[in-house]
């Protein structure tokens, strides 16, 4: 028999996780390798655009292995930085505390 369960699916980064901080300086880090400065303005208008269109915006016209390279030197500095420091965002802990006490199925999605 099937037994019916709520489940609560969370996206973890921006809502568990304040990921900002750590895709900030990882952006910075790939683009100083470059030559490029990234402040946090320019870094803020572009939140939330994919790794290719930052790239593309650049204004470089790099080949497609060079912005796989640079997407994936991004993303192997962004887990680093939150290895590092993994800050969890306010009342996270205690909102998936509850739900799970609740008997909710918890996931990330």
Same mark, same amino acid.
């Given at each position: 028999?099937? /037994?019916?369960? #709520?489940? !609560?699916?969370?996206?973890?980064? $921006?809502? *568990? !996780?304040?990921?900002?901080?750590?895709? #900030?300086?990882?952006? /910075?880090?790939?683009?100083? +390798?470059?030559?490029? /400065?990234?402040?946090?303005? %320019?870094?803020?208008?572009?939140?939330? =655009?994919?790794? =290719?269109?930052?790239?593309?915006?650049? $204004? !470089?016209?790099?080949? %497609?292995? +060079?912005?796989?390279? *640079?997407?994936? /030197? +991004?993303?192997?500095?962004? =887990?680093?930085?939150?290895?590092?420091?993994?800050?969890?965002?306010? $009342?996270?802990?205690? *909102? #998936?505390?509850?739900?799970?006490?609740?008997?909710?199925? *918890?996931? !990330?999605?």
């Amino acid at each position: 028999m099937m /037994q019916d369960r #709520l489940a !609560v699916i969370f996206d973890m980064d $921006g809502v *568990l !996780v304040d990921s900002y901080y750590a895709h #900030l300086r990882s952006w /910075q880090e790939v683009a100083a +390798k470059e030559g490029r /400065q990234i402040s946090e303005a %320019e870094f803020a208008s572009q939140f939330g =655009r994919t790794s =290719r269109e930052i790239i593309a915006d650049w $204004g !470089v016209a790099y080949s %497609e292995e +060079k912005i796989a390279a *640079l997407d994936e /030197q +991004k993303e192997a500095a962004f =887990r680093r930085i939150l290895a590092a420091d993994f800050p969890v965002m306010p $009342g996270a802990m205690a *909102l #998936l505390r509850a739900l799970n006490e609740a008997g909710f199925a *918890l996931a !990330v999605g």
